[in-house]
């Protein structure tokens, strides 16, 4: 009995160790290819020595090549990336709650507009959203990145269900203290709201880092690019240089790998929230 206990928990560990290999393998060999000498990558999964050099290319330029600006397409995706999903948890929280805590007419239908607006894929809204743009006078702009995704829906739906658990004792007893709306969200409902924020947090950032349709579509001028862009426009001109392709596939999936580090405690904790 102890025995088959045994066999199955070593069976189990090793099942679990080969997925985590299958699923880790693909970034460890971005990563080693990135470090390879150029005439080593994808001729060798492990090459036989590191070199900086494919970052150096990225950074500087290189040999018979028009360098690139990847220091402000990475600067610009930082950039465009952390104020759109500042601005989705701004609006997300902002609405959650109102929708969560305050009764008022018309409730409802926004409850039910939110959820029958998120069946519908982006994709119906981008040459409406392009026009927009182009109206205004926001084309090849940051505000042309930023603005049209100040708005998720999934977010203020996860926030809404988020608030509707918190009691509303702690609120009427905020108010009773003479608390306004503003104070009693910053002072309560964001403190009780750090696992489900952190969760909120990095799915926004991380679908606005990986952004390409739009960002193609809004911005043309090369200071504008975001590294998504530049790593797209890329692939064809330079497909002879798989080495820097590699590099630049790093730095792009290198910010998101950060936050995950740095939240994975807050991160563990909205999940169970998230899977309920």
């Known amino acids: 009995m102890v025995g088959n206990k045994r066999f199955k928990t070593i069976l189990l560990y090793t099942l679990a160790f080969i997925v985590l290999i299958i699923m880790v393998f693909p970034y460890l060999y971005m990563i080693l290819s990135s470090l390879a000498p150029w005439e080593q990558v994808d001729r060798k999964i492990i ?9 150096e290319w990225l950074l500087t330029g290189g040999e018979n090549v ?13 950039l465009v990336t952390m104020s759109s999903t500042l601005l989705m948890l701004t609006t997300a929280i902002l609405v959650g ?29 981008l040459i409406p959203l392009f026009l927009i743009i ?20 999934w977010a203020i739906f996860m926030y809404t269900n988020f608030f509707r658990g918190i009691p509303d004792e702690l ?22 709201s750090k696992s489900i924020t952190t969760i909120i947090f990095l ?48 730095l792009l999936t290198l910010p998101i790998l950060i936050l995950f580090i740095i939240f994975s405690k807050n991160f563990k904790e909205g999940m169970q929230f998230v899977l309920k």
């Open 47 to 55: 090459p036989t020595k590191l070199t900086l050099r494919s970052y």
């Open 203 to 250: 799915f926004l950032f991380m679908e606005r880092w990986v952004e390409l349709l739009w960002d193609m579509l809004v911005v043309n001028s090369e200071k504008m690019l975001t590294l998504n862009v530049l790593l797209a426009q890329m692939f064809g001109p330079y497909g002879g240089y798989p080495g820097p392709m590699y590099a630049a596939s790093v």
């Open 97 to 125: 709650y109102s929708l969560a805590k305050l009764k008022f007419k018309g409730n409802r239908l926004i409850n039910n507009m939110i959820l029958f607006q998120m069946f519908y894929p982006a994709i119906i809204l």
């Open 171 to 192: 609120i009427e007893a905020a108010k009773m203290d003479g608390a306004g709306q503003l104070k009693i969200i910053t002072r309560i409902i964001l403190p009780m």
């Open 134 to 153: 182009r109206y205004f006078g926001l084309y090849d702009t940051y505000w042309a990145m930023i603005l049209p995704k100040a708005v998720n829906l």
């Open 66 to 78: 028009i360098p690139r600006p990847w220091l402000r397409a990475f600067f610009n995706s930082l």
